[in-house]
């Protein structure tokens, strides 16, 4: 038996990030940047008001306070779209909206509650002549300046980040309509077994539905990458050839597929796959799903596949473990580890296997901290167990026993709104 990280770390180096490709703004989001977004611009482009009121010049209101106004004569009204006219020029000043340009001559911002224009109905001022000023302000008060959130020539997002709302904004101000990110992945999915009916097929004695293709094409898509659904092959060798072969003219860059490859009388998969690649057959330690195969087929080009267990929960698991970081490494991502939280165990766990065993657990507030309970039955084939769970708590190789009550770290699954 292999370890875990014997495991990913020999199926991680038969992947690198895919090609860029250029996508419109929108679809970036959650995508990797495949090159540095370098604005040739200012954002904001030119110093501007951050508020609505008065542009002035500060030294002309030093002394204003709400007993002892300073008048000013109103030689304008600026909103934002438009440039004024005419300057501020000593003992002047011009009405201005949030966003419009600062007049020349002006330096700061009088917010109209500040002025003797706050009381009154709103668009009564614009045609006023005077103003009062009923408090100073400093020179740059209330402005936005040219530059203050991007710099002309910076480096605004550095090439590997992941794109989110943010970084679309940013990019939608400096007029990026196209945006160059490492490819989706596109992933063959095939479920393999005699035993297993189509969704719209009635259940006939002796079978069950293919759950696994869509858990995959679902936990394919939550990845980022494109699920391409093969369907089932049969426990044979003709049939099985047929639809790998199927999935290599589909231009897939990964090969999932389902059961077979442990060590049944028709667990066909293996014997196709090292005629079709170059394949290994592993026993992982780890519980649930200790078979897992790993290797490359030859197509038009070598395809990497992962044979995943039968058993629904191992073969989510092992997607989890592996074919996820296979996934996001096509993408251009780096880092896979999920985010973990603290929890207090809600009941003794046992570990007899000498594997790492992978506890479907939920994690909730409960108190000032959060607690997390197992989700009943941890059979390889209770999907509803991982249905229930929002986390994973993976007790080691060498921990028979975890104790209730013990603090213990969860890596969530999700994350969700609480
Ligand atoms: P195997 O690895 O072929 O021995 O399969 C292990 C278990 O997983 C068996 O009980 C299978 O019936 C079950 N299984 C295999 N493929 C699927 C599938 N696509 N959906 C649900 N269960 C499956
Ligand atoms: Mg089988």
Redesign the pocket.
């Known amino acids: 038996m292999i370890s875990v990280e014997e495991a990913l770390s020999y199926i991680l180096k038969h992947f690198a990030p895919l090609e860029p490709e250029q996508v419109s703004l929108v679809d970036s989001l959650e995508r990797v940047l495949t090159e540095d977004i370098v604005s040739d611009m200012n954002v904001p482009p030119f110093n501007n008001s951050a508020m609505d009121g008065y542009a002035v010049r500060a030294e002309d209101v030093v002394s204003a306070t709400q007993e002892h106004p300073v008048p000013l004569r109103v030689v304008g009204n600026v909103a934002a779209g438009y440039v004024a006219k005419n300057s501020v020029e000593p003992g002047t000043a011009m009405r201005i909206m949030t966003g419009a340009p600062m007049p020349l001559g002006a330096n700061a911002v009088v917010r109209f509650e500040e002025t003797s224009e706050g009381a009154e109905v709103k668009g009564a001022g614009k045609n006023r002549q005077a103003v009062q000023i009923l408090k100073s302000v400093n020179r740059g008060d209330n402005m936005r300046h040219a530059g203050e959130d991007i710099h002309a020539g910076e480096i605004v997002l550095p090439k590997g980040m992941t794109v989110r709302p943010a970084e679309i904004g940013v990019m939608a101000s400096l007029g990026k309509k196209m945006v160059s990110v490492h490819r989706r992945p596109r992933v063959a999915i095939l479920?393999?077994?005699d035993?297993?009916v189509a969704i719209d097929e009635p259940i006939a004695p002796g079978k069950?539905r293919?759950?696994?293709?869509y858990t995959n094409a679902a936990a394919v898509l939550r990845a980022g990458g494109i699920p391409i659904q093969l369907g089932i092959a049969r426990d044979n060798i003709a049939d099985l050839t047929a639809k790998i072969r199927a999935g290599l003219d589909a231009d897939a860059d990964l090969f999932l597929t389902?059961?077979?490859?442990?060590v049944?009388d028709y667990?066909m998969v293996k014997d196709v796959l090292n005629a079709e690649g170059e394949m290994h057959f592993w026993q992982v330690r780890m519980k649930p799903g200790k078979?897992l195969a790993f290797g490359v087929l030859r197509g038009k080009k070598d395809v990497p596949l992962l044979g995943l267990?039968?058993?629904?929960v191992s073969a989510m698991i092992s997607f989890e473990v592996f074919a996820r970081p296979a996934i996001l490494t096509m993408l251009g991502k780096t880092k896979f580890t999920r985010p973990s939280v603290r929890a207090v165990l809600q009941e003794d766990v046992k570990n007899d296997a000498q594997r790492r065993n992978f506890i479907r657990v939920a994690v909730e507030h409960s108190g000032d901290g959060l607690i997390a309970r197992s989700t009943g039955e941890q059979g390889s084939?209770i999907l509803t167990s991982v249905s229930r769970a929002n986390g994973l708590l993976t007790v080691p190789e060498d921990v028979t026993f975890v104790r209730k009550g013990e603090m213990v770290d969860v890596q969530m699954l999700d994350w969700p709104e609480w």
């Open positions: 479920a393999t077994g035993e297993l069950i293919n759950s696994n293709e389902s059961a077979g490859v442990s049944g667990d078979p267990p039968g058993n629904p084939g």
